[in-house]
């Protein structure tokens, strides 16, 4: 399970799962997770 942590203060996310500490913007949160699965 992907779990994700905004981080209001960079306006980035932290995806956390398979592949650590990703640090990502909002809007692609979708697409780093759908990769992370692949």
Same mark, same amino acid.
């Given at each position: 399970? $992907? !779990?994700?942590?905004? =981080? @209001? @203060? @960079?306006?980035?996310?932290? $995806? @956390?799962?398979?592949?650590? =500490? $990703? #640090? #990502?913007?909002? =809007?692609? *949160? #979708?697409? !780093? *997770? $759908? =990769? !992370?699965? !692949?």
């Amino acid at each position: 399970m $992907v !779990v994700l942590h905004r =981080d @209001t @203060t @960079t306006a980035a996310s932290t $995806v @956390t799962g398979p592949r650590r =500490d $990703v #640090i #990502i913007a909002p =809007d692609k *949160a #979708i697409e !780093v *997770a $759908v =990769d !992370v699965h !692949v």
